[in-house]
């Protein structure tokens, strides 16, 4: 049932799903409202499957384009972050734990991990975007706010 995994799904293109279509969400959620109330039996519940159902078929969306263009914003917005990472090195304040962990911040991003490790945790404008490698462009980056103090 992986077709029901929403975790990875891009809350805009959600949001411009309901905006779209939010006539024919809000008379699906009455009809459901009124099915769960006058059915009393397994019928109730085969009906409710079947409006959700055609909810989803009428969107017009497929589960793998609504994924793909998740991927494609969240790509997006990771470029932007490394790009802020570059131009924003010099404003960056570096701060070692006591733990071994490590947190760069500039006012735009922040980035965190331990050292010795490979990968490190970046959010940008304070929405957490997941783990990076680290490459090149981080280790400048964590150097610079070395220096910077």
């Known amino acids: 049932m992986e077709f029901l995994d929403f975790s ?3 809350w805009d293109t959600w949001t411009a799903f309901f905006k779209e279509k939010w006539i024919i969400i809000a008379i699906a959620l009455v009809v459901l409202f009124l099915i ?3 059915v009393k039996t397994v019928v ?3 009906l409710v499957i079947v409006i959700v159902a055609g909810l989803v078929i009428y969107s017009g969306y497929s589960l793998d384009d609504v994924k793909e263009l998740g ?8 470029q932007e972050a490394l790009q ?3 131009t924003s090195a010099k404003d960056a304040k570096y701060e070692a734990k006591a733990d071994g962990s490590f947190v760069v ?7 965190s991990g331990k050292l010795g490790s490979n990968e490190v945790a970046l959010s940008f404008q304070g929405v957490e975007l997941g783990k990076f ?3 090149s462009t981080i280790k400048t980056f ?3 706010a070395k220096q910077n103090g």
């Open 8 to 10: 990875s799904y891009d």
């Open 36 to 38: 769960i109330k006058i």
């Open 44 to 46: 109730k519940w085969l």
């Open 71 to 78: 991927s494609k914003v969240t790509s997006s917005v990771k």
């Open 84 to 86: 802020a990472m570059v």
């Open 105 to 111: 911040s500039t006012s735009l991003l922040e980035l």
């Open 133 to 135: 490698e680290v490459d």
């Open 142 to 144: 964590i150097e610079q």
